[in-house]
């Protein structure tokens, strides 16, 4: 057994407290200081957070290896000709699922759980990556996209049997036939639809609203009012602030907690990033501060370990209680202040998997 005394981060909100764990399990949650002595029971001191979510990648285009051009997103990323799509093409299906599997295998040694990717180049793209995560010890939820234009019947029922939802680059690339389409499919499946959306430059919300997405994707050049409207429609935002400034761009972070926009952090391309949460965490925080527009730690901290368990319909992976389906990690920080820390100075050499700890394998 073992004891974290110190600091809790979940569904209900950061208070001090400590946390009992048999195996990975919680057992018991109580005050600071209340819990009874047990014998032989190891006791250590941190913060105990549900694991992160990755909320939006790319993993298919982890396997470039050198220093991507300094172009307009534009030029790097847009179907079909952008510097992605020639990378796509390129590579070999056996190299692009051992370039996955590397950034899969990175992400769960970095304590994420789980995976939300946009996997190009239709269902072999989705069963490319489906294939590459049946042994990464992560979960992937895979959000494919249909290659024919105009659309084919067959091909978006095929993706929507396998993928986990739609994933577009941008309600404005398709006709508005063609995305009441992708959306009904969606709907009908019971599948989810995200887009990219106000990335490179500002979009009107009816463009990607009217199909009533599940997920946005960044926002970047989204106004304060444009903001209220996606507030106001319920649909969670996945930003992804490392990636939007390698173009000199910034999600206003600030805009979002104020108006309160349901929100999840992403590491986008796996070829300009590590797909580190928190490299993601800290970026945010510090740029948001460099840009004299502070974001509240707390806020983040929510986006990165909270929020997209509720977005996934499984609150109860974030609420750290004996009985629900959370298996917390521990990050041994102090716990006075638990979102500062775990924004500002976590990293995946300070997390303790409780369920790991009496067998003796890799700690912090
Ligand atoms: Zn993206």
Redesign the pocket.
């Known amino acids: 057994m073992v004891r974290v005394e110190g600091a809790i981060v979940d569904l209900d909100g950061i208070r001090a407290g400590y946390v009992r764990f048999e195996g990975g399990a919680v057992v018991e949650v109580g005050s600071p200081g209340t819990a009874s002595r047990q014998p032989g029971e190891r006791r250590i001191r941190g913060i105990v957070v549900p694991p992160p979510v990755n909320g ?1 990648t ?1 993993l298919g285009d982890a396997s470039a290896t050198v220093e991507p051009p300094n172009a307009t997103v534009a030029e790097m990323v847009e179907p079909p000709n952008g510097f992605k799509f020639r990378l796509l093409r390129d590579t070999s299906p056996s190299r692009k699922a051992a370039a996955m599997r590397r950034a899969m295998t990175r992400m769960r040694r970095e304590g994420i759980a789980l995976a939300v990717d ?1 996997r190009e180049e239709g269902l072999p793209g989705v069963r490319l990556l489906r294939r590459a995560a049946t042994s990464a010890g992560l979960e992937v939820q895979i959000f494919g996209r249909p290659l024919a234009r105009p659309l084919e019947s067959t091909e978006l029922a095929a993706l929507l049997s396998e993928a986990d939802g739609i994933g577009l680059s941008a309600a404005r690339d398709e006709s508005a036939g063609d995305l009441d389409t992708i959306a009904a499919a969606c709907r009908a499946a019971g599948k989810r639809l995200a887009m ?1 959306a106000s990335e490179a430059e500002r979009e009107e919300p009816s463009t990607y609203l009217r199909t009533k997405p599940d997920l946005l ?1 960044h926002l970047t050049c989204a106004t304060p009012a444009d903001l209220q409207e996606v507030r106001d429609s319920g649909t969670t935002v996945a930003v ?1 602030a490392r990636s939007n400034a390698l173009f000199g761009r910034r999600p206003n972070l600030a805009e979002f907690s104020r108006i309160g926009v349901p929100t999840i952090l992403g590491t ?2 796996a070829m300009l990033h590590a797909p580190s949460i928190w490299r993601e965490l800290e970026f945010d925080y510090v740029s948001s501060r460099l840009a004299g527009a502070p974001v509240p730690a707390e806020f983040l901290a929510r986006a990165a370990f909270v929020e997209p368990w509720r977005w996934l319909g499984r609150p109860s992976f974030a609420r750290i209680a004996p009985g629900t389906d959370a298996r917390p990690i521990v990050v041994r920080l102090p716990p006075e202040d638990p979102a500062y820390q775990l924004v500002t100075r976590a990293t995946e050499h300070l997390i303790v998997r409780p369920g790991s700890l009496g067998r003796r394998e890799p700690g912090p």
């Open positions: 939006h790319h946009f990219h994707v992804c986008d391309n």
